[in-house]
Each structure stands twice: as structure tokens, then as C-alpha cells.
């Protein structure tokens, strides 16, 4: 079974700058999709950015960017000039070409420091 | 953005007592998702369907089931309702399973 690991529980940032989320996950697959998805205060889950494994280019959108690392099986997300909106719950996630079941990770909570 | 909607939104119910969460959309995508969240276990999936009275199970299946009668209706039921269910279940939908999932506002549910 695939699994997402988040190592970093908590993480703290100052307004302005720039911070990276940790995410690495376990597949034998070679053709699969990975996201980022953002869990506000509110708990409304919002997609921020999809991958799809078989690009080399690396998703943004906005202030938000990807380190894909494929053969490391790593996929980081970095928010730069980081606002208050920013604050939330953040969770990786998997999905395999062919598998109808997406994977979390256990979620980093992201804190805003003004 | 996707219409989905769940209800109800809270509800707080006694061990043994049938409970049935709702979800609903207005977007025709064609597979929905039931997932529970929990503090340290991010959200896991419940039972899926794939189209109408097509499901299937999750990770966490065990307590529930589910129905899809219709595109837009997904019903989550917990037969027997047990404290360990005590969690904030999400519905989603997409339209594939390698899409973004559009996710309802949740509904928090408590098992005394």
C-alpha cells in the first residue's frame, strides 16, 4: 500500500518570508498524481497544487511551488512571501494512475508569526 | 467552485443509535468519497463510489456503509454508532479518481 509521510507536525514562519513543507511517499509506481491541500481555520479543504509524476517540470501556482523529486520520491511545497491567509493545515496526497483511492499524509499545521 | 453540500452539519448521537450523513452535489462528477478526519491521522477514506450503486471500501470501512441511488446523493451510514466513531466526516467528489477532489464543508459528529 502506498503510504505519505509528513515529518513536520507543526511549522512556524515569519509574514514575508519564504517556508518549505516537507512530504516524501512510498510507491512502486511509476505513473501517479500528488497535492497539496490546504485546510484553513474553517476546515474547508482547497486544493493548492497538483503534480502529475510524469512531467519534470515543477507545478507554481502563484506563491506556491513544488520541489518534485521523483527518484527521491520527495515532493516539498514552498509558499513564498507568506501571508496570514496562509495559516492552515496542509496535507500531501497520492493517488496512482489506475487507483481510485487517494492517500494523505497525517498534515503539517502552518502558523503565520505577523 | 463545486456545490457540495452535507448534512447535517453537527449532530451529536448515543451508542447504538443509527446515524446517516448526507452529501450532495450539483457538479455530475462522478465519484464521491466519504472521509473521517481525526487529530494525528489526517483523513482517511471511508467507502468511495464510482458511479451509481457502484462503491467500494476504504481504509477505515469497518461501522459503515454506504449508498448512491442517484449521481448527486451519497449517504454514509453508520449502522451502530460506537464512541471511536466520534470524528469530523468529509464528502468529496471529483471527476476522476486522478483530479482534484472538490470537498464539502464537513460535518462534525459526536458518539456519547
Known amino acids: 500500500a502506498q503510504t505519505v509521510t509528513q515529518s513536520q507536525p507543526e511549522m512556524s514562519v515569519q509574514e514575508a518570508e519564504t517556508v518549505t513543507l516537507s512530504c516524501t511517499y512510498d510507491t512502486s509506481e511509476s505513473d501517479y498524481y500528488l497535492f497539496w491541500y490546504k485546510q484553513p481555520p474553517s476546515r474547508q479543504m482547497i486544493l493548492v497544487i497538483r503534480q502529475e509524476a510524469y512531467k519534470q517540470q515543477n507545478a507554481t501556482e502563484n506563491r506556491f511551488s513544488v520541489n518534485f523529486q521523483k527518484a527521491a520520491k520527495s515532493f516539498s511545497l514552498k509558499i513564498s512571501d507568506s501571508q496570514l491567509g496562509d495559516a492552515a493545515m496542509y496535507f500531501c496526497a497520492y493517488v496512482n494512475f489506475g487507483n481510485e483511492k487517494l492517500t494523505f499524509g497525517t498534515g503539517t499545521r502552518l502558523t503565520i508569526i505577523p | ?112
Open chain 2, 1 to 112: 467552485d463545486a456545490g457540495i453540500t452535507q448534512s447535517p452539519r453537527h449532530k451529536v448521537t448515543e451508542t447504538g443509535t443509527p446515524v446517516t450523513l448526507r452529501c450532495h452535489q450539483t457538479e455530475n462528477h462522478r465519484y464521491m468519497y466519504w472521509y473521517r478526519q481525526d487529530p494525528g491521522h489526517g483523513l482517511r477514506l471511508i467507502h468511495y463510489s464510482y458511479g451509481v450503486k457502484d462503491t467500494d471500501k476504504g481504509e477505515v470501512s469497518d461501522g459503515y456503509s454506504v449508498s448512491r441511488s442517484k449521481t448527486e446523493d451519497f449517504l454514509l451510514t453508520l449502522e451502530s454508532a460506537t464512541s471511536s466513531q466520534t470524528s469530523v466526516y468529509f464528502c468529496a467528489t471529483s471527476i476522476t479518481s486522478y483530479n482534484e477532489q472538490f470537498f464539502g464543508p464537513g460535518t462534525r459528529l459526536t458518539v456519547l
